[in-house]
């Protein structure tokens, strides 16, 4: 380990809130050495992140919000950016941002993440504030993201000035669903800030990593082979699901990653709003008509309302209050109340509905593409997400524990994400999956317990940069999807109808961190100079498909279209226009990426295959 | 606009937490606008990443007494954050003749929720004495009295025996906010233009 990287660092950027956590890799003298070797289990420490609160006020709290606010030229005083490490420019990040954001959304970036992996546009292009007025300065979700990493960045430094945050081994965590363009992205905006060391991890696999270190070495007494755990991280913006399975291996118990859901754009600030406009619902039947800046004041109460009704079962109403605007309190304050049944049919009802297995999300087809906005998801049932994934991975732990079945069946449950804290929805998502499990004649599934919902992700990256070091178990994932290229099969054409499609697989299921794939026999001819498109998929459920493999035929369920890929071949040593056979070999780097490489039939050289393709 | 609140009947109960609370706040104001463990303004809230809680301590006999000026910033921060979040400016410039309990009890909510809030995230507050009220307690000889005021039949040498009436607060914590250098902490709210 190189002079000044001492720690490891977990980072947890998140769609509404980041988190960075750290553990002191290299304890500074013996004591620390055996104490930490005696407890067999290091902890990690979250990193109070210096931040404007308000114009004018610095704090130092757990969470960033990834919130950007483009602040007007006259609207604060530079004095009242000043942060520790100097000003912040026009730009704000964090808490401060959020709050002048609240009352001028025009230029608020929110959400950033979830455009990031939102294939519909150039995420390089400065595109937020969406729909802001021209005068606001954009950035694109790639330098909105590369700002929080790099506010997290200089608060690190200004705190650890001896051990810069560039010299430290870095775990970022990404979202299991994430596609390789979406990966590389991500590792994109950290680089460009310095952070090179840098390695990515999924956040279900996080959070169990959190648990594995917070049990210590309890946790090969709760969980035990033949086990399938089931992730379930619901966060502010969206839902993450991952399966891990438990085995055994020379007498040692392992724990392998296999499967992960769809990315789903829904979570806590679905479920505020959702409160909000109920309560809207309930005043404007009273005739009290509320302006806009009401509804957004409801939407906080209701989140702090929602927080006591579900914690408290004695509770039956909670008061809400939406003081005026003005100076005036008297005479013109909104005064209702949430009751225990609003919230129940609302969020436990709506969001958690008691469905059965069979129960799928209704997916209405979406309208043309050229709508701008994030695919939110239509389906509000986090139930039938869930039921729709159990069941469509029924085969993922076959090759662990043999038996078909018509949907896995999950032993032990784990949760994370701050959705989940609250007792009511945690006891309603258990008793759904256990319900199903009942039907199936399967044991009920435990709830591991001891996770911290909110920090757990960014305390189980910091601690995965440990495991990294050769300490304690690893969980075995590799690539959570198959993927194919495209191919138009050369077939005389018919009018009207498109060339027949096949998909060559190019990158297997489960492929692990450094290694690759031998190139294809499959030729595809690159022409010199000019940028050749493909068509590109990937599968989460088909596992068994070797590289090279060509499917003639899929569902829609089997194989989903992802963003084109996009080779080209520098002209150097060779004439323009120039047709070369190459075939495509993929690899996995340490970063935990996947990398598709042109290699020509000579072999000598390899391009990069660009995932995220600029010019749609 | 015209509401018609319904209010539940413990208003007199509200009204009393209410001044309870707002004194509270007050003296946790002038604690550390004045007191002998606060930070200079600038640096309040820098022990952040300090662990653990930092006990108020008992104050070392001076030679020669010593007034300390007082600076309000701190304090003044304070009233600018319970103003933010619990409207206190407003509610307490307000005339409350006139409205009824109901009306004046739900914008205490306001108060009291914000207040609250605030208290949590900036304070760390403790009882001084964790013995039940109106038990009879023991105060050894060389008791601090900064941390135990004895009140009525003051007589004779410790230990005093008598009953405990209130069981004191004490901050444990304070971390408010830090202030950019130039920033005006007597602006407690800006005014608002929306455009």
């Not at chain 1, 191919?487 to 498109?498: D, F, H, L, N």
């Amino acid at each position: 380990m190189s002079e000044g990287s001492r720690y490891s660092v977990g980072i947890d950027l998140g769609t509404t809130n980041s988190v960075l956590a750290y553990l002191d890799a290299t304890p500074s003298d013996a004591d620390s050495a055996a104490q930490a070797a005696d407890s067999g289990n290091p902890t990690e420490q979250v990193l109070a992140v210096d931040q404007l609160t308000q114009p004018g006020a610095v704090e130092a709290r757990a969470q960033l919000p990834s919130f950007l606010y483009q602040a007007h030229v006259a609207e604060v005083s530079a004095t009242d950016l000043s942060l520790p490490w100097g000003e912040s420019g026009s730009q704000l990040v964090g808490y401060a941002a959020r709050f002048l954001g609240a009352k001028t959304p025009m230029r608020l970036v929110a959400s950033a993440k979830s455009w990031l992996c939102h294939s519909g546009v150039d995420r390089r292009s400065p595109l937020l504030p969406l729909n802001a007025p021209d005068d606001v300065a954009r950035i694109s979700p790639l330098a909105a993201s590369a700002a929080y990493l790099n506010h997290l960045k200089c608060a690190w430094n200004h705190r650890f000035p001896e051990h810069p945050l560039e010299q430290q081994e870095i775990t970022l965590t990404v979202p299991a669903s994430f596609d390789p363009a979406a990966r590389d992205l991500t590792a994109e905006a950290a680089r460009s800030i310095g952070l090179n060391r840098l390695t990515l991890l999924e956040e279900p696999q996080a959070a169990l990593y959190s648990w594995v270190n917070r049990s210590g070495d309890q946790w090969r007494e709760q969980v035990s082979v033949g086990d399938v755990v089931l992730v379930v991280d619901i966060g502010g913006g969206t839902t993450d699901l991952s399966l891990v399975a438990v085995t055994e291996q020379d007498g040692n118990l392992e724990l392998n990653r296999i499967a992960v859901g769809d990315h789903i754009l829904l979570g806590g600030d679905n479920m505020d709003l959702a409160l909000a406009y109920r309560v809207k619902a309930k005043l404007d039947a009273e005739g009290k008509a509320l302006q806009p800046w009401q509804i957004q004041a409801l939407t906080h109460g209701c989140r702090d309302a929602k927080e006591a009704l579900l914690g408290d079962a004695e509770l039956d109403a909670v008061p809400m209050v939406v003081p005026s605007r003005g100076s005036k309190l008297l005479g013109s304050t909104l005064r209702t109340e949430l009751t225990r049944e609003e919230v129940e049919q609302t969020l436990v009802d709506g969001f958690f509905p008691l469905v059965g297995i069979a129960e799928h999300p209704r997916q209405q087809p979406r309208g043309a593409l050229t709508q701008m906005g994030l695919p939110y998801a239509q389906d509000a049932g986090v139930t039938r997400h869930l039921a729709a994934f159990l069941c469509r991975q029924a085969n993922a732990a076959q090759d662990f524990f043999g038996s078909a079945q018509d949907f896995i069946k999950p032993t032990a449950v784990l949760f994370n994400g701050g959705v989940l804290k609250a007792p009511k929805l945690a006891q309603r998502l258990m008793a759904v999956i256990n319900g199903w499990l009942q039907q199936a004649g399967a044991e009920p599934a435990r709830l591991l317990d001891g996770a911290d919902l909110d920090l757990a992700v960014a305390r189980g990256a910091a601690y995965y940069g440990y495991v990294r070091q050769g300490h304690g178990v690893r969980i075995r994932g590799g690539l959570a999807s198959a993927y194919y290229v495209g191919i138009e099969s050369a077939m005389p054409a018919v009018p009207g109808m498109p060339p027949p499609l096949q998909a060559l697989c190019v990158a297997p299921f489960g492929m692990e961190e450094g290694t690759e794939t031998t190139p294809g026999a499959q030729e595809f001819g690159l022409v010199v100079g000019e940028p050749v498109t493909f068509r590109f998929f990937g599968s989460t459920v088909r596992r068994d498909d070797q590289p090279g493999m060509l499917l003639d035929y899929w569902s829609d369920e089997e194989l989903q279209e992802l963003p084109p890929i996009q080779a080209s071949l520098p002209a150097e040593g060779r004439s323009a226009g120039e047709v070369v056979a190459v075939t495509l070999a993929a690899r996995v780097n340490e970063l935990g990426t996947l990398c598709l490489e042109a290699i020509p039939r000579d072999g000598a050289q390899r391009w990069q295959v660009e995932f995220d393709v600029r010019d749609q | 606009m015209e509401f018609n609140p319904v209010m539940p009947t413990s208003i007199d109960a509200l009204h009393l937490i209410l001044g309870g609370l707002s004194l509270v706040l007050l003296l946790v104001a002038l604690l550390r606008g004045a007191g002998k463990n606060s930070d200079n303004s600038t640096t309040a809230g820098v022990s952040t990443p300090a662990p653990g809680p930092t006990p108020v301590t008992a104050a070392e006999p001076k030679p020669a007494p010593v007034l300390k000026s007082n600076d309000p910033e701190s304090a003044l921060q304070l009233l600018g954050l319970l103003q933010q979040e619990a409207r206190f400016i407003d509610f307490l410039n307000e005339d409350l003749t006139g409205f009824s309990d109901a009306e004046i009890g739900a914008v205490s909510r306001v108060v009291h929720e914000g207040s609250k809030k605030l208290l949590d995230q900036y304070f760390a507050l403790a009882p001084i004495r964790t013995e039940e009220e109106e038990s009879r307690v023991t105060l050894d000889a060389g008791f601090d009295p900064a941390q135990n005021r004895v009140t009525g039949n003051v007589v004779g040498e410790p230990p005093f025996n008598g009953v405990l009436v209130h069981r004191g607060w004490k901050v444990t914590k304070a971390d408010l906010p830090r202030l950019a250098e130039g920033h005006d902490p007597k602006i407690l709210a800006p005014a608002e233009v929306e455009l």
